[in-house]
């Protein structure tokens, strides 16, 4: 089942889905044109689910966050539920750093969290499910609204679960936790044509020695780990699912040279562009 609500004029998309047979994205492909970010709910037993063509186990009753350049399948799809929207649609509220497009449960880690529901928050998530299916069979002016709100409670339970699981607050209070988060959404913007730390710390008007000590409390990656698993994230994306050449991807990432990207790529990832490029990617 697919529900969903457009608004022409502001380019605004929202939609759920659930029950359905497959259930994937492949966002260099057929669904190059839409940007969306995505909450997923397993309702059922613990499955796999395929993030750009790598494995993960899918527990039950848990919920995943994914970004809007994130390919995805699920391996048993009808047990899923998904809800995806666009910047256009949510991202009024960027104010709000808590609930918003670039708040913790999208750029708080770059780890994958994957945040277990209890039986009340079950029983809160299926309430929501089902506010939203009748809100989206009501055709009225102030539909988009409510879909919003709706939306926003669904992201609040998420966050509090989310932070609850992952973080240690007294290691990483709120105001630091808001720094990484910032680093995070930073470098998703920018991994492209900045490569340095430094330039990052300029941003967050901190030091990039201040970064380093900041990360190591949260046991995260290293500020310039960070970076570079973004760009060589990107750089497989495009190797798998576009023809790009190798000097097509280094000059998109940044990097002048296709030598010196081939070493870097090596580095990072532990494999050459020609061993990843025998691997098929994951397609249904």
Not at 122 to 142: A, W, Y
Not at 262 to 270: A, I, S
Request: glycine share 4%.
């Amino acid at each position: 089942m697919v529900h969903q609500f457009y608004n022409k004029r502001t380019d605004a998309l929202f939609r759920m889905i659930y029950g359905e047979e497959i259930l994937d994205r492949n966002f260099y492909g057929k669904d190059q044109k839409e940007k969306l970010l995505t909450i997923a709910w397993n309702r059922g037993h613990e499955q796999i689910m395929i993030i750009d063509n790598l494995p993960y186990k899918f527990p039950a009753n848990t919920v995943h966050c994914l970004m809007t350049n994130e390919n995805f399948y699920f391996e048993n799809a009808q047990d899923i539920v998904v809800w995806q929207f666009s910047r256009e649609f949510y991202c009024i509220v960027d104010h709000d750093k808590e609930v918003s497009c670039v708040g913790f449960i999208f750029y708080g880690s770059p780890q994958k969290m994957f945040i277990e529901l209890f039986s009340r928050d079950q029983h809160q998530i299926d309430h929501i499910r089902q506010m939203l299916i009748d809100e989206f069979e009501t055709d009225d002016h102030i539909q988009g609204e409510m879909l919003q709100v709706i939306l926003k409670r669904l992201i609040i339970i998420v966050t509090r679960l989310a932070k609850a699981q992952y973080i240690d607050e007294d290691k990483l209070p709120e105001e630091k936790l808001d720094i990484v988060r910032k680093y995070n959404f930073l470098v998703e913007t920018h991994y492209k044509n900045e490569h340095q730390v430094s330039f990052y710390a300029d941003q967050l008007c901190k030091s990039p020695k201040t970064l380093s000590n900041l990360f190591a409390l949260y046991n995260n990656k290293s500020p310039v780990t960070i970076i570079q698993e973004r760009i060589a994230q990107e750089a497989v994306r495009l190797f798998y699912y576009t023809d790009k050449t190798a000097k097509e991807v280094a000059y998109e990432l940044g990097f002048e040279n296709a030598s010196h990207f081939g070493k870097f790529f090596k580095r990072v990832t532990g494999q050459t562009i020609t061993e990843l490029k025998t691997q098929k990617p994951v397609t249904k």
